[in-house]
């Protein structure tokens, strides 16, 4: 009897699994990524497009082409991208983007070979946290970032931080 009560949980478990990531839209970024996403994004500029779930995250995808932006060619770029200077310098221009958010340490890492930074953060007064997840690939730097309420359930963010994949 355990068994089969066991087995019947595990069936609906699955099931609510899979419906609840059948929801969310594969989306191809560019030629070399593709992410899930909860819905269609949206274009916010030239560079950030985003989508919001049922529960009001924003999820948003930023590409900066170095080249077209700074004059910074992808040796220049793969030179800059281990340092903690390069790193504290996406960490500044995200404060200067986004006023009243406080940021964390950057955290450098690798993701399929490539450098790639973790940064959290978050408002006080608003209540909101604050999650990104940077990539860079040549000369593009590829950013996946989630904004929540304090309130709500992460697990949006590491599933959408989780399918990023190579095309």
Not at 124 to 137: G, L, N, P
Not at 138 to 162: A, C, E, H, I
């Amino acid at each position: 009897m355990k068994k089969i009560v066991l087995l019947f949980v595990a069936a609906i478990l699955m099931i609510n699994l899979a419906h609840g990531q059948s929801a969310w839209v594969n989306y191809k970024i560019d030629n070399k990524l593709s992410v899930k996403m909860p819905a269609e994004p949206k274009p916010i500029d030239e560079h950030t497009k985003m989508a919001m779930d049922k529960d009001s995250s924003y999820f948003l995808i930023a590409v900066v082409d170095f080249i077209k932006v700074a004059g910074i060619d992808s040796a220049q770029v793969a030179a800059y991208a281990p340092t903690q200077e390069f790193a504290n310098g996406i960490k500044t221009g995200m404060l200067k983007e986004l006023p009243g958010l406080s940021l964390g340490d950057v955290k450098i890492d690798k993701w399929n070979g490539y450098y790639c930074y973790h940064i959290e953060g978050g408002t006080t007064e608003k209540k909101i946290k604050f999650f990104t997840f940077d990539v860079i690939i040549d000369s593009k730097m590829y950013g996946l970032t989630v904004l929540s309420r304090d309130d709500k359930s992460l697990q949006g963010k590491d599933d959408y931080f989780n399918s990023l994949v190579i095309n």
